[in-house]
Each structure stands twice: as structure tokens, then as C-alpha cells.
């Protein structure tokens, strides 16, 4: 199927790009790699009048350095995301995380911030941003403001980006030197995770964050996980009481691929499997 | 309509396009070039793979709008087909007989081209992961993993000798 037809505007500014959305609000749509929007607009499941591509706006593009934080402009490709020296420096688990996205070519398509701004709580990029504190930096018509992690992620497919708002970019507080691993649970190669666990450690182990995908509506931070790992050895003994914990207060969906309660038992044994990942054990 | 301007396997095309038309609707029924094939129409089976600015893409979840002033290289643009020639991946796929029905032979050789490209000498499993966004419904993918093993030994060889 092809999508209904809509106007399409291509701005080569994010002011261009705000006054755009600004006059026709409900009606418009952001386009950015589109290998979400695409597959929705083909299925008619949603019929914008306007779609609004950013794709032709290059600030939006790139990862830079500033000081104790990574800046990831929303149009990166997560194929960039995962191959960038300064990603596997100091926010090694998102190059972990964004390999695992979908396949190749999606990957050469598909953004960091459409990702992130879809929220599909099985996306694999979720959990990771949370996970390392990332702070969501979006600019509407009164400028630009800043949203931290636990504040972004809102409910299914819903963040803080207002309807005549843009995700422009994505700082990430620097973990250097941190082991990280994505452990992700699926049923056919490059499809979404039944359950994922995003892990980063310093030491094995003197600290722990810990995001968790597809477990509720939206991504999770499992903060008793990562307080029991404090101090923890990076043995499968030493972090089973912690990984039991990964469940505590999660919401998973029951679906075809699996019940509630199953979703909750993968969690806990793949917070395991990622945090020995992680520590290098 | 919107107007495009863009280069498919080394020419230069201009048209005024449906902002809705697909990339891979505009390479086969505007341009014609139908080694391009429809899979699944869900972006799911890579059938339509080509390469947009040197890199794979599934063509049927990009817009041709979003190829203005871009540069995209279809399974025909790949070797030059007029003077009988086949790019050392094709090759290879017919030497190691990488296909049975062949319906998804182009969207395969084009991510392999693409792997191939960024890993030289890619192990077994590299390559299996590599074309994960690939379905293949006849062969179990054995002979295309062959394949694409084989092109990246002929080609190395091809370098060192």
C-alpha cells in the first residue's frame, strides 16, 4: 500500500521547521529517517496533510564533544551512533544499543531522535538514554528548553515534545570507561525485543545503571537493581539478588510473544546475562 | 507534485513526483527499472534494497522526495550490464549458485555489496548478521552466505595478485 496523499515541506532550518509546524499544527507530522513514520503512513494508520522532512537540516546531524557530556543531534543515523569514536569512548552502551536496531539498511536510515521521539516502548534506544541520564534538548516557539530522561518518556508512543515542538539533540552525561552491554531478547533476527536489558558498569562492580525495554509503557530504569549492584562482584552469584530485583514495579504488556509474568522471569535472567556482559565477566 | 532531481545508476533524472510515491515505486514505474523488486511492502524482507548515497536502504521506507539531489544505485547500475559484465558480487552468487526462485537475488546483492564494502573479510557469522534484514524463502541461506563469502575471497584475491 502507499500512503494518502499529504504536502510535503523539506525546511533547511529548524526555524523553518518550527514555523511549519506552527502553521499547521495538528495536521503536520515531523518526518526524520521515517522507517517508523514510513511503515505507519503505508499501513494508513496515520494521515498527516503535511509531512515536514528534516532531513535537509545538517545542524541536526553529528555528535560533538562539551566538556562532561556527548551531544547527539537527532538526525543521526544509529548506524553513526554506533560506529562514533566518542559514543564508544564514553557512551559505549548506546553503540551497543544501536547496533542492535533493527537491521542494516533501517539502521543507515533510521535517527537517534526519531527513535527516541516515536517511543515505542520496544525500541532499543530507550532504555539506554535513560539508563545513562540523557537530557532531551527540544525547541519550540519560545525557544529551547531541556527534559530530563525520567521526564521525556511520558506513555506509549508519547514524550514531552509539544505538538509545536522539535527534538533537536540529545546530551548524554559522559560515562568513560564504563562496560556496557545490550541483551536482547528475540523471537526472529531484527525484529523488537520481547524484553530487553540495557547495562553499564563502572568497575566490576563499584556502580550500575540499569534501563529495561518493552517492560511497560514506557522504558524503565530499574534503580533497586542498580543500588543492589553497588559493591557487587561480577560473578553469577554475586548478581543474582540484584538481577531478581530488575522486575520489581514493571508493567510488561502480554502479547503473542509472551505473558506478563514471562516477560517479568526474561527480565531478570537477561539483567543478569547484561550486567556480567558488562563487567566483562 | 514536487520536483526532484537526482542521479540512478549514473544518470541524471529530473520529474515532478506525488510527494507519497515510494523510492521504489519511482525506480520501477517512472524509470522503469524493475530489477528492483516489491517484496513484502513492509520493509521487512529487504527484497528492494538499493544504495542511496553509497549505503544499503530499503527502498520501499523512503520517499523519492527524499532523494532530491541524491545519489541512487539500483542491482542495474551495479556492473555495466550493456557490455555483458557482472559486478565480482553477482559473480559469485552465480558461481555458488547463491539463489533458487531468485526473487530476493537483488535486495541480497545489494546488502552484500554494502557489507562487503564496509567489512572486507567478514567470518561466517558477520555475514549472517550483516544481511539479517534479508529474507531469503527458498534456499535457508546457506549458498548466499557462500556467496558473499566467496566475493570477498575473490575479491581480496583479486587485490593481492
Not at chain 1, 551497543?96 to 517511543?119: C, M, N, P, W, Y
Not at chain 2, 520529474?15 to 522503469?32: F, I
Not at chain 2, 532530491?68 to 557482472?86: C, F, K, P, S
Request: net charge negative.
Amino acid at each position: 500500500m502507499i500512503p494518502v496523499e499529504f504536502d510535503y515541506l523539506a525546511p533547511a532550518s529548524v526555524e523553518e521547521a518550527l514555523a511549519a509546524l506552527g502553521e499547521h499544527g495538528d495536521d503536520a507530522k515531523i518526518l526524520a529517517g521515517g522507517q517508523s513514520l514510513l511503515p505507519v503512513l503505508r499501513m494508513r494508520l496515520n494521515a498527516p496533510e503535511v509531512v515536514i522532512d528534516l532531513g535537509g537540516i545538517a545542524s541536526l546531524r553529528g555528535i560533538r564533544d562539551d566538556g562532561d557530556a556527548l551531544v547527539i543531534g537527532a538526525m543521526t543515523t544509529h548506524h553513526d551512533v554506533r560506529d562514533d569514536s566518542l559514543v564508544r569512548e564514553h557512551a559505549l552502551l548506546l553503540s551497543k544499543a544501536a547496533a542492535e536496531v533493527a537491521d542494516s539498511q533501517i539502521r543507515h536510515r533510521g535517527t537517534f531522535g526519531g527513535a527516541l521521539a516515536h517511543a515505542d516502548p520496544a525500541g532499543d534506544l530507550g532504555a539506554p538514554a535513560l539508563a545513562l541520564g540523557a537530557q532531551f534538548v527540544i525547541a519550540g516557539p519560545g525557544g529551547t528548553r531541556t527534559v530530563e530522561a525520567a521526564d521525556f518518556f511520558v506513555d506509549l508512543f508519547e514524550t514531552a515534545i509539544g505538538d509545536d515542538e522539535i527534538l533537536t539533540e540529545v546530551r548524554i552525561p559522559k560515562h568513560t570507561g564504563w562496560g556496557a552491554h545490550y541483551e536482547k531478547f528475540v523471537r526472529v533476527a531484527h525484529q523488537w525485543p520481547i524484553v530487553a536489558v540495557a547495562a553499564t558498569v563502572r568497575g566490576s562492580i563499584d556502580e550500575a545503571r540499569v534501563g529495561l525495554t518493552n517492560m511497560g509503557s514506557t522504558p524503565l530504569r530499574a534503580t533497586a537493581t542498580e543500588q543492589a549492584l553497588a559493591g557487587a562482584s561480577a560473578t553469577e552469584d554475586g548478581v543474582r539478588a540484584a538481577a531478581d530485583l530488575a522486575s520489581d514495579g514493571t508493567n510488561p504488556p502480554s502479547d503473542l510473544n509472551g505473558a506478563a509474568d514471562y516477560r517479568q522471569h526474561l527480565a531478570r535472567v537477561l539483567t543478569g546475562r547484561a550486567v556480567l556482559k558488562a563487567a566483562g565477566a | 507534485m514536487t520536483k526532484i532531481e537526482l542521479t540512478v545508476d549514473g544518470a541524471s533524472v529530473s520529474d515532478d513526483v506525488e510527494p507519497r510515491m515510494l523510492l521504489v515505486q519511482y525506480l520501477r514505474e517512472k524509470l522503469g527499472k524493475t530489477g528492483t523488486v516489491i517484496g513484502c511492502d513492509t520493509s521487512n524482507c529487504g527484497a528492494c534494497t538499493v544504495h542511496l548515497d553509497g549505503t544499503s536502504v530499503k527502498s520501499c521506507n523512503v520517499l523519492a522526495v527524499q532523494t532530491n539531489g541524491r545519489t541512487v544505485t539500483t542491482i542495474e547500475g551495479l556492473a555495466d550490464a550493456a557490455e555483458g559484465e557482472l559486478h565480482p558480487v553477482q559473480e559469485s552468487f552465480r558461481e555458488c549458485h547463491g539463489l533458487q526462485c531468485g526473487f530476493c537475488t537483488p535486495g541480497m546483492i545489494m546488502q552484500a555489496v554494502d557489507l562487503l564494502a564496509e567489512n572486507p573479510h567478514p567470518s561466517e557469522e558477520e555475514v549472517r548478521l550483516g544481511m539479517e534484514g534479508n529474507l531469503c524463502r527458498c534456499t535457508g541461506y546457506h549458498n548466499i552466505v557462500k556467496s558473499v563469502l566467496h566475493a570477498a575471497e575473490q575479491t581480496s584475491a583479486g587485490a593481492t595478485s
